[in-house]
C-alpha cells in the first residue's frame, strides 16, 4: 500500500515536470479530448496532432460533425487507417444530437457509445471530471509491468486481469485526469520499449525489474503466429471524356465505404485479355483499344498485405449498361471523395505529374 501511494506521488511529480504540450490538453471539453482519443487509437501521436488540428478545424462542434456527410469525415480520415473508427464517430454524433443530447463526461455514458471501450471511456471521464477510473494501454502494462515484474502475458485474460486490479489499486485519490496522463505520458517517453531512461528514472527506487534487471523481459507477450494474408488488387483507371469511373466499397472488408477504382481481385498476375472479358461482364465496357501497365505498389496491413497493380484503360466508346456499379466523376473532382491511402497517392501522381 505504502509503494502504491508512492508510485502515484511519482508519476504525478514526474508529470508536472515533463508534461507534453499538446492541443488536447488545454481543454476540459469531451467532444475534443475524444476526438484526439479516436484518433490516438491506432496512431502515433506526431502523426495524430496534424489530423486533430484539421478535424477540429472542419468539425469543431458536436452539431457540426453531426450535420456532416459520411464522404466529408472520411475524407477528413483520408490516410490516418480503420476507418469504422471515424464512421462509428459521425454515427454517434447522429445519434446524440437526435436525442438533444451533448456529448457525455461520464463513464456510464461513454462506454454505450459505439467505438468507445473500457480505456477510452476511462480516459475522457478521469481527464473531463476527474472520475476515479484507470487507464491501461500499451504504455500502462510496460510500465506497470516492469515496476511490479508482473510475468503474466498482457494479451491473455488472467494476465488482463491481474493489470485491471492493480491498476485501480494505484490510483490516488485526486488529481486522476493528471495522473493517468502522467502514466501513460511516462511510458511513451521514458520508460520506453528499447532503451528506457532506467538510471535517470524517479521510479526506480521501487522498480523491481530494475532491481532484478530484467527491465528488457517485461511485458511478457505471447506472439501471435498468424500468418498475413497476401492479396493482389488490379486497378482501372478508366478516363474517358475527362472522366473516371469509380465505385465505393461496400462489403465488409479492408475500406468499406471508401472509394476505389474498379478494381479486379486476382489470385496471380492477369492478362490483358482476363483484363478486356472482367470489364466486358462486369461493367459492359467492351471496346476497348488497350490496357496499359502503369505501376506496381505494394501495401502493408496488421493482418495482410496488398500487391496492388495499376492499369490505364483506353476505350473508344463507354456505355455503361449497369450504372449503379461505376460513378462517371470529373477528372477535376475526383480528390474531393476519400481513397483509401494508396490510391489517393497513386491518383495524385498519376493526375498531376
Known sequence: MKNNKLFSKLILNWYKKNKRDLPWRNTKD?????????ILQQTQISQGTKYYFNFIKKFPDLKTLSKSTESDVLKSWEGLGYYSRAINMLNNAKLLKKHNRDFPNNYNELIELKGIGDYTAAAISSICKDEKKAVLDGNVFRVISRVFNISEPINQPSGKKIFQEIIYKLLPTKKIGDYNQGLMDFGSIHCTIKKPKCNDCPVNIICKSYKLKNIESRPVKIKNQAVKRIRNFNYFIIEFKKNIYMQKRLENDIWKNLYE???LESKKKITKQIIKKFLSSNFRITEIIDCVFLKKINHKLSHQNLNIFFWKISAK???LENEG???KTPLKSVLNYPFPKP???YLNEYLFT
Open 343 to 345: 490510391i489517393s497517392k
Open 325 to 327: 456499379k461505376l460513378l
Open 30 to 38: 469531451p467532444y475534443k479530448i475524444w476526438v484526439s482519443e479516436i
Open 317 to 319: 466508346k463507354i456505355k
Open 261 to 263: 477504382l474498379p478494381l
